[in-house]
Structures are given as C-alpha cells and as structure tokens.
C-alpha cells in the first residue's frame, strides 16, 4: 500500500531505487529456477523506514527450468 499511498509523491530517486529492487528480485526468483507469476504492487512489500522491498504471494508462481 506504500506505493499506491505516496505514488504521486514519490520522488523520481525512490522510485527508481524500488523498481530497481523489484526487478533484481524477480531476476533472483528466476535465478532459482522459480518464475513468480503475477508481479504486481499488491504483491511487492515496502520497509518504509530502509525502501526494502519483498516479493510476497507466489500463488502463481511455478518452477522453471
């Protein structure tokens, strides 16, 4: 919800800084032979304190490889 909360306010940095991260998650779910599935802002967690992001909900995902 952070993202959807802020998403007008979000400076151009920070969102850059969680795309990036979101991107390196779903290459490192890949990188383990695991594709997620549904990549989405209701699936994508924020520490607002440290902009940490988790990938949550692999209800679609499925092993690859």
């Not at 599935?37 to 902009?51: E, F, I, K, R």
């Given at each position: 919800?952070?993202?959807?909360?802020?998403?007008?306010?979000?400076?151009?940095?920070?969102?850059?800084?969680?795309?990036?991260?979101?991107?390196?998650?779903?290459k490192?779910?890949?990188?383990?032979?695991?594709?997620?599935?549904?990549?989405?802002?209701?699936?994508?967690?924020?520490?607002?304190?440290?902009?940490?992001?988790?990938?949550?909900?692999f209800?679609?995902?499925?092993?690859?490889?």
């Open positions: 919800r952070f993202i959807e909360l802020n998403c007008e306010r979000l400076q151009e940095s920070v969102v850059r800084t969680l795309m990036v991260q979101i991107i390196q998650s779903a490192e779910c890949i990188d383990h032979g695991v594709c997620h599935g549904d990549v989405h802002l209701n699936n994508v967690m924020v520490d607002t304190a440290s902009l940490k992001i988790k990938l949550i909900d209800g679609c995902g499925q092993r690859i490889g």
